[in-house]
């Protein structure tokens, strides 16, 4: 399995942090695990519930079961794994302005996150 850490965001003001990791399985297959904790649950569905807005293009990301949610006292987490293709995160990681919605909470996708996917992606993908 090879997998290439994004760093993630952490957001003050709301007290939110996602990471978002490409991974490849040993079987070859891409997903990408997208990680929020918070301080409310956002009890993500299975299905179309991660989107990347791209140069006015929509990328929507489909997971297989619901989240895996941990809530205790004021934190929440939850875990996701979203099937994701090489051109599907070459657009995400080449676009100049890239916005994301996961379930229900919009987010900007930081620069610094999109260059460790275009490195990931020209190094081992």
């Known amino acids: ?15 939110v942090s996602v ?4 991974i490849i399985s040993s079987l070859k297959v891409p997903y990408l695990r997208v ?7 956002l009890s993500i569905p299975d299905g ?3 989107s990347f807005f791209v140069n006015g ?24 794994s979203y099937l994701v293709t090489r051109g599907q995160m070459k ?4 676009g100049s302005k890239v916005k994301c919605v996961l379930h229900d909470y919009t ?3 930081p620069n610094q996150m999109k260059q460790n996917w ?6 081992y993908w």
């Open 48 to 50: 179309q519930t991660l």
């Open 19 to 22: 990471d978002m990791d490409i």
């Open 107 to 109: 987010f900007p996708v």
């Open 35 to 41: 990680s929020y904790y918070g301080t409310e649950q």
């Open 1 to 15: 399995m090879i997998r290439q850490k994004s760093n993630g965001f952490f957001i003050p003001d709301e007290k």
């Open 57 to 80: 293009e929509e990328i929507k990301l489909s997971s297989k079961r619901q989240s895996n949610r941990l809530k205790k006292g004021n934190e929440a987490v939850e875990v996701l």
């Open 118 to 123: 275009n490195t990931f992606i020209g190094e």
């Open 91 to 94: 657009k995400i990681s080449e």
